[in-house]
């Protein structure tokens, strides 16, 4: 039985057997992503500068409507609803892009992977269109039944929660100043938000490769869901936990990256919030003028760090999300290994992971 090898190189029971571990998927995943940035680079960053041009304008904009509030004779009337509105409005459409953005790069990257994995070297240009063509509605519409979903079951077991703890409350006399029933009450309340987000955390766990069972066979939306959820059956833990974790280092490498950006172009206006707030304490209408300020010299350095972000991140973790797919696939037998390409070598395809062998006693192979 192979030791160290491509997922694409094992054959039958033998695959059964691996066990992939976080630095199988790391590793896969860092040694396609140059690839796929090297072919999809063009794609991926007009996908992503609307929503970063949009977020730029967002805090921009953010600036002088607070400024409205430290003019002279100031009042409030009918005429502000549209100014505090507009920078809010600007970062709304700057989310709504950001939507359409990942859903789009998702899709050219999943197909990038996959026609990898099939022994294939796709040319970007003429499959792009064919392939958000193929893939986006669908896309779009499972990430809006996921987000009715959960949307929906949070805000009504949130209900249910607070409704059960009032009801709780009142039965052990909280209305008459009893400790032990307010305590109670604070006891319940969190240990339910605390499963609360749990639920929510699984059925996340549960549905993650549900994107790529579209893009991959080409499914409607809810039958990409329900696929996911046959898949991850029995992994939830391992899928869970490997997504924690790269997610964390992800998110800590992008910081390292981007934090110095935001730094240097917020640093000027933290400095004067804070010098007229220690000189002013109590004059309101100057820190909001400072802030006012702090909010215009940010915009366009948030705007270059959610270009850079985005970049990084949302290229990367739909490759990751592709080998997971192939992987549970092949495990559920669904795949068989030897119908994956085994001519590219491991160390640069996105079907590239590599496998402990998971610990046995005397088999035969």
């Known amino acids: 039985m192979a030791g160290h090898g491509s997922i694409i190189d094992q054959r039958g029971a033998d695959v059964k057997r691996q066990r992939y571990t976080l630095g199988s998927f790391l590793n896969s995943t860092l040694g396609f992503w140059p690839r796929a940035l090297k072919k999809a680079w063009l794609p991926a960053l007009a996908c992503l500068l609307p929503s970063a041009v949009l977020m730029g304008i967002g805090f921009a904009r953010m600036g002088p409507m607070l400024a409205l509030f430290t003019e002279p004779g100031f009042e409030f009337g009918a005429w502000m609803i549209g100014r505090i509105v507009e920078p809010y409005a600007w970062l709304a459409a700057a989310n709504l892009a950001a939507a359409v953005g990942y859903l789009s790069i998702n899709i050219i990257i999943s197909n990038l992977c996959f026609a990898t994995q099939d022994g294939q070297d796709p040319v970007m240009a003429p499959t792009v269109r064919q392939q958000l063509r193929r893939s986006f509605w669908p896309l779009l519409g499972q990430s809006i039944l996921l987000g009715l979903i959960m949307g929906g079951g949070l805000l009504i077991a949130t209900g249910l ?102 730094f240097v172009t917020v640093l000027p206006g933290y400095l004067k919030f804070f010098s007229a707030a220690l000189n002013n304490p109590q004059d309101s ?73 998971a610990p046995q006693g005397n088999v035969d192979v």
């Open 285 to 357: 209408l100057v820190s909001l003028q400072i802030l006012s300020g702090l909010f215009s010299s940010m915009s366009w350095g948030m705007a270059f760090s959610t270009l850079l972000s985005g970049l990084a991140s949302w290229t990367f973790l739909p490759i990751f999300h592709c080998l997971v797919y192939t992987d549970l696939a092949v495990r559920h037998g669904e795949v068989a290994p030897d119908e994956l390409t085994s001519e590219t070598p491991p160390t640069d395809a996105a079907s590239s992971i590599q496998a402990e062998p």
């Open 161 to 262: 929660i607070m409704l059960l703890a009032v009801g709780i409350g009142l039965a052990t006399g909280v209305a008459g100043g009893s400790v032990a029933g307010v305590l109670l009450m604070m006891l319940l309340t969190m240990t339910l938000s605390l499963g609360l987000v749990a639920v929510l955390y699984w059925f996340m766990t549960r549905v993650i490769i549900a994107p790529q069972a579209v893009i991959r066979e080409g499914v409607k939306a809810w039958a990409g869901i329900v696929r996911s959820f046959r898949l991850t059956k029995g992994n939830f833990w391992r899928i869970f936990g490997n997504n924690f974790l790269l997610q964390l280092m992800l998110g800590f490498a992008i910081s390292i990256v981007t934090g110095p950006i935001v």
